[in-house]
């Protein structure tokens, strides 16, 4: 089993930037890939960022390219994701969640995630 806690969620004004964390505990040497995911007011939960723990490859979804960083820090066993430029549609519920294998092709796929955390809350206001 993995835990997953995320913080760093708070209210911000637009084009401000924001850190969230997300530490791991558990059996994480079965995990290889960390994603966020975020979910919205009344809409279905959408993939954000991936990263594979090994090599560090990334995939990102189009709304936030160029404005988000997904990173780790193994040492501490915990995943980031820098969050510029926000926008008020970037207001949702973030969650960090884990799996066994990085592939590209299947990064956003929520299935590819076993372990998921219970959320840290973004609002940006305009």
């Known amino acids: 089993q993995v835990q997953l806690v995320e913080s760093g969620g708070r209210e911000v004004q637009s084009g401000d930037s924001l850190k969230l964390s997300c530490v791991a505990s558990g059996r994480t040497s079965d995990t290889n890939a960390m994603s966020w995911f975020r979910q919205g007011t009344w809409k279905e939960r959408e993939f954000v960022a991936a990263?594979?723990?090994?090599?560090?490859?990334?995939t990102y979804a189009d709304s936030v390219k160029g404005r988000f960083t997904i990173s780790t820090d193994s040492s501490k066993n915990t995943g980031y994701l820098q969050m510029n430029s926000l926008k008020p549609e970037d207001t949702a519920l973030y969650f960090c969640?884990?799996?066994?294998?990085?592939?590209?092709?299947?990064?956003?796929?929520?299935?590819?995630?076993?372990?998921w955390g219970q959320g840290t809350q973004v609002t940006v206001s305009s």
């Open positions: 969640a884990r799996g066994d294998t990085y592939r590209a092709a299947t990064a956003m796929n929520r299935s590819s995630y076993r372990y």
């Open positions: 990263i594979g723990w090994n090599y560090g490859h990334t």
